[in-house]
């Protein structure tokens, strides 16, 4: 499975990196994007983001991947089989 985040969405208050930091990272410009170990899907860091940034859900990582979609306020975490 794989996870995305709509940055146009997101509210930045960093729910997901505290449930699922290896999944999730707030960069400089406050907003949450996703990652695959160390490469983050930022446009920021020379790769794609949002819905053409998808990062595959490391194994045992799903369930914090929902909880982070569940609880996001800005409703801005999809995930994609």
Do not use: H
Request: a negative charge; proline letters at 5%; one cysteine or more.
């Amino acid at each position: 499975m794989k996870v995305w985040i709509d940055q146009d969405l997101c509210t930045g208050d960093g729910l997901c990196e505290e449930i699922a930091p290896d999944v999730f990272t707030l960069l400089d410009d406050g907003l949450a994007y996703v990652r695959e170990k160390d490469k983050i899907y930022a446009t920021a860091k020379g790769n794609t983001q949002g819905a053409d940034g998808m990062a595959v859900i490391p194994d045992g990582q799903l369930d914090g991947v929902i909880e982070s979609a569940e609880e996001c306020p800005g409703e801005c975490i999809f995930i994609e089989p």
